[in-house]
């Protein structure tokens, strides 16, 4: 495949040369993903079916949408950016999801699910003002997105207005992001209200189900009469997730559907096996805890298609009566969580920071206002790497600390994360946040009794406050470099520890509060306002993220483009 084939070649290919571009595109996913890592099984899923709309439709005068967007790398290699392809996920390289500043093709960038079909009803509506500009706008809704109410809210829109017409293309692969587990299948009890019962018929639009995702004469033929239509047509269309490549086709946990790094030949994962994440460390903990403690009973996890993102899947297979997918719906996870504390059992929600904020409002009308004990494991706090601007859990803090009642925890390692969990769990009789990065972690803790508030080691005139991650860095490089400081983790971020800030205060020439979040509400911004409402002076310094949304990259690289690395604390404790 030429460097700079495009789409007006594509145009010119019958179905046969149609074929052999699948698999050469297929190839060139599996090889740069092997590389980079990225959404492997979703994107070789939809390779016929992204060929079969450029060949059809002519972006971008037709809008082309992809809901959460993770499954666009076919469309990427398609729209002008196949020799910038092996850039993927790399820093100042593709992002991982459809992005304005690359291609005047991505209609709409989104990395959360659900999106497309109210996106394609904004085009809908800018077309009456912009004919010239808008043809077809077409919605490419996959991976169970569909089942999340604001799929429901746009359809329910859409069908009361027969005037404007968008094709809708529901690509089936018989999964979401992961297998359902658990003892609620939501998403086959929708799932047969859809494509059996046919929702979507009841509505007005004009179905056409059971669709080879794979065959380009299907695809072709369906998509031409649905762009020849005058109504709005949904298409289901049939694919496999993972096609092309045996371990991900064979994949029935969703292990395959976002991956790190592996070997192509055999199918092995490139990691380190002695590192653990938080998320998984805190499965097995809750695993022994159910089994083995009076009130284990009680305790209910529950996730918005979470389960292997955020290390579940021991669990859900250990402990199925106890565990709950609700598939892609954090709204409704949340509020599930809210009535299932105040029902007198212990819920423990898991969910990334960057999803958990399309539920704020449950958080503050269902959970904070009328205080019932939740727990919120926020998994992926922090910097992300290579996810890009969609997938940062740099907003949390300003999002949750914004909202009275709640208790919100950051632990530093697995000992510190199982301490804080056992608290929440026993001690604390309202809402907790435990939030914790995505960083691997040593897979080895014991467990002590925690105390919410902030501990010091060492004794120099500049403290660093830090939590999470970011303390142990700070501490090996203290130990390494045998930096004069006073290190400072403020493990509890949600109130300030008054008695050690004021002894700070009085005895340090320099204060650094060291963060990798947004710092509008972060930490560093809540001591600054202590200092105005005590009227006390300190010569502080907040090392946080400005106004920004990040980029592609990893984590190390991010911190240094956005000059909060170790270095450039060095460099603050030195000035």
């Not at 649905?226 to 047509?233: D, H, L, N, P, Y």
């Not at 009566?321 to 892609?328: A, E, Y």
């Not at 493990?491 to 008054?498: N, P, R």
């Amino acid at each position: 495949m030429k460097e700079d084939f495009n789409l007006t070649d594509l145009k010119k290919l019958n179905n046969e040369q149609l074929d052999s571009l699948a698999q050469e595109i297929r190839q060139m996913i599996i090889t740069t993903v092997s590389k980079n890592g990225g959404h492997l099984a979703s994107n070789l899923g939809v390779v016929e079916l992204t060929i079969a709309i450029h060949k059809v439709f002519d972006s971008p005068k037709d809008k082309i949408i992809f809901d959460v967007s993770h499954q666009s790398y076919t469309h990427k290699i398609l729209t002008d950016r196949i020799s910038q392809f092996k850039t993927l996920r790399k820093f100042k390289g593709l992002s991982g999801f459809t992005s304005y500043a690359e291609s005047k093709h991505d209609a709409f960038e989104a990395g959360h699910s659900s999106t497309a079909i109210s996106a394609g009803l904004g085009y809908l509506e800018a077309k009456k003002t912009f004919p010239e500009k808008i043809g077809e706008v077409i919605a490419i809704v996959g991976d169970a997105s569909i089942v999340n109410g604001l799929s429901f809210e746009a359809l329910n829109y859409l069908s009361n207005h027969k005037e404007q017409k968008m094709i809708i293309i529901l690509n089936d692969n018989g999964m979401g992001i992961s297998k359902n587990v658990g003892t609620l299948k939501t998403k086959k009890a929708i799932k047969t209200n859809l494509y059996d019962i046919n929702l979507f018929t009841a509505l007005g639009f004009q179905y056409f189900e059971k669709i080879d995702g794979h065959d380009f004469n299907e695809l072709i033929k369906y998509l031409t009469y649905a762009k020849q239509a005058t109504e709005s047509v949904v298409l289901h269309v049939i694919t496999k997730k993972g096609k092309g490549y045996a371990p991900a086709e064979e994949d029935l946990l969703g292990l395959w559907h976002g991956v790190g790094p592996f070997d192509i030949e055999t199918g092995q994962f490139l990691e380190n096996d002695k590192l653990t994440t938080f998320g998984e460390v805190i499965a097995k903990y809750l695993i022994e805890y159910t089994k083995t403690q009076e009130n284990g009973r009680l305790l209910r996890v529950i996730t918005p298609a979470m389960t292997l993102g955020s290390g579940l899947e021991t669990f859900a297979s250990n402990c199925p009566k106890q565990f709950i997918d609700v598939g892609l719906a954090e709204e409704n996870a949340t509020l599930l969580a809210a009535s299932l504390a105040h029902a007198g059992l212990i819920p423990i929600l898991f969910c990334y920071a960057t999803f958990l904020q399309r539920a704020y409002d449950e958080i503050i009308h269902d959970i904070a206002r009328t205080g019932e004990h939740v727990i919120i494991c926020i998994d992926h706090a922090g910097i992300v790497s290579q996810d890009g601007d969609t997938h940062q859990g740099i907003f949390d803090l300003s999002y949750l600390n914004s909202i009275p009642g709640l208790t919100i925890l950051s632990p530093s390692d697995a000992s510190e994360a199982l301490s804080m969990l056992k608290y929440s769990i026993e001690k604390c009789i309202g809402p907790v946040i435990i939030r914790y990065s995505k960083e691997k972690i040593a897979n080895d803790f014991k467990i002590t009794p925690y105390q919410p508030c902030w501990n010091l080691i060492g004794w120099g005139k500049v403290a660093v406050i830090t939590y999470g991650v970011l303390y142990n860095e700070v501490k090996e490089l203290m130990l390494k470099e045998n930096l004069n400081i006073t290190l400072v983790n403020a493990s509890i971020i949600s109130q300030l520890d008054e008695e050690v800030l004021e002894n700070l205060i009085k005895k340090m020439t320099k204060i650094i509060v060291y963060e990798e979040v947004y710092y509008k509400g972060s930490l560093g911004d809540a001591i600054l306002r202590f200092l105005n409402q005590k009227n006390l002076t300190a010569n502080l310094k907040i090392l946080a993220l400005k106004d920004t949304y990040l980029e592609v990259g990893s984590r190390e690289e991010l911190l240094k483009e956005y000059k909060i690395s170790l270095n450039d604390l060095k460099k603050a404790i030195g000035d």
